[in-house]
């Protein structure tokens, strides 16, 4: 059987949940084993050099520590089985050097590894309790010596330099053997500990991700509602109006007219409903557009109708300008909607009143180019790298006290951006005022 196999079996389960506990017990074991040889060594030079204490030390010594590892199967606690492990060895030790001439044998520099090994095997407390125990028996064999004491010696040889030699290097061979286990069983458990620890790692950069990714999907969703917010808020205005004008209204012509526009509207506000959600389903999934050939003009003089309603109550004049020659475009009707409607909402919030806004349809080359020009404030040249970004408020404020959430403009890049067109401000030079144009590739 292989020795990581008797190991295995020596230690019991209770001693494997306890990963400090465990790395002690295989240590001891290893020890214990490898003194346990050692002392079968040992006690071959014993009788070799007819050293009749060592032998019957060294027998016992070799049982004991042979037995030792047994003994961790029981309830025992490690640290009083790594105690005895050295008391075992130590007190044999002390004998054999009090028996072989006291400071002067080959063996009294073997007390020195008592408080290594315990160091080793045990630990930094036991490990100064017999380095103090080792450190008074050797102070006192040598104040005996001082004062004439006369050590036993029952060590039957002439050759004093042959029994040395077959000693003092297993002192240095059993410190450095110990101390390599130890070593081994540290790499091992250190080894381990950096394993979990690159785990731990890994999993923590997994919540991280995850969080990351939570947080992301939370804002898109908040991103979501506060588009809605935004762009339902226009049409339910529109839809306030015309119940107004409804109220108001004696014509039954015009009546009917202003009921059209009223099931118009709101069938618009459903679409923008669906397309919003269809808007947040496409930055996670492809997402199918209404694509249909438009005549922008047409387009925008049904929005420029809708929206005079609200710059009436500014006293604003939308004037729509059609200098093109070719103005159709593919594209969701509903996103070009959505486009100038924004557009439009906004130069009507920032424009005093009694001021003009300008529509103005044109073709640049093989480009439907719509302008969008009012005379509000214009935007601040330290503020014009915020535009079409997230929630970005500007120092500019609307005129007449109307809400501004920020995501306008984000949402007609947005919106542009999937109708494969461009938006940018112009500055407009030496007045007051802004220019938003929305460019788009011509229908074939």
């Not at 060895?89 to 006291?102: F, K, P, R, W």
């Not at 909402?345 to 001021?355: R, V």
Request: hydrophobic letters at 45%; proline letters at 2%; glycine letters at 6%.
């Amino acid at each position: 059987m292989r020795i990581g196999g008797v190991i295995d079996f020596l230690v019991t389960e209770d001693r494997k949940h306890n990963s400090v506990e465990l790395r002690q017990t295989k240590l001891l074991i290893r020890a214990s084993l490898l003194t346990s040889l050692f002392s079968c060594t040992y006690l071959l030079i014993s009788l070799a050099f007819d050293f009749s204490i060592g032998v019957k030390l060294m027998a016992f010594n070799v049982f004991g520590f042979l037995l030792l590892p047994f003994l961790l199967r029981s309830k025992i606690s490690i640290n009083i089985m790594g105690n005895l492990y050295v008391f075992v060895g130590g007190v044999a030790v002390m004998i054999l050097a009090y028996a072989s001439n006291g400071i002067y044998s080959a063996i009294y520099p073997w007390i020195i590894s008592i408080p290594i090994l315990a160091l080793l095997v045990v630990g930094r407390k036991s490990a100064i309790f017999w380095g103090a125990f080792s450190f008074a028996v050797m102070l006192g064999m040598g104040i005996a010596a001082i004062l004439g004491f006369e050590f036993p010696n029952q060590l039957n040889t002439s050759n004093e330099a042959l029994w040395i030699t077959f000693v003092l290097p297993g002192l240095l061979l059993i410190i450095f053997l110990i101390s390599y286990i130890f070593q081994s069983t540290q790499t091992a458990a250190l080894t381990k500990l950096a394993n979990q620890n690159n785990t731990l790692i890994e999993q923590r950069n997994t919540i991280a991700a995850q969080k990351e990714e939570l947080t992301s999907l939370i804002d898109d969703k908040n991103y979501v509602i506060r588009i809605l917010a935004h762009d339902v808020r226009s049409p339910l205005k529109n839809i306030q109006g015309l119940i107004k004008l409804l109220n108001l209204e004696t014509d039954e012509y015009r009546k009917s007219e202003i009921k059209e526009l009223l099931l118009q509207t709101s069938i618009n506000a459903e679409n923008l409903v669906n397309r919003v959600l269809e808007l947040d389903r496409s930055e996670h999934e492809n997402s199918s557009s209404n694509i249909s050939k438009i005549i922008i003009k047409e387009l925008l003089q049904e929005l420029v109708q809708n929206m005079q309603e609200l710059a009436n109550q500014k006293e604003i004049i939308i004037n729509l300008k059609d200098e093109s020659r070719n103005r159709h475009i593919e594209a969701d009707p509903t996103y070009i909607h959505l486009i100038f409607e924004n557009l439009l909402s906004n130069a009507i919030k920032f424009s005093e009143e009694g001021k003009n806004i300008e529509v103005i349809i044109s073709n640049s080359h093989d480009q439907l180019q719509i302008a969008v020009v009012d005379e509000g404030p214009g935007i601040d040249p330290n503020e014009e790298d915020k535009l079409f970004k997230k929630f970005s408020k500007l120092s500019a404020r609307p005129t007449a006290g109307e809400s501004s959430t920020g995501l306008g403009l984000s949402l007609v890049k947005r919106y542009v951006e999937l109708s494969d067109g461009k938006v940018w401000y112009e500055r407009i030079q030496g007045g007051q005022g802004a220019i938003f144009k929305v460019q788009f590739p011509l229908s074939e």
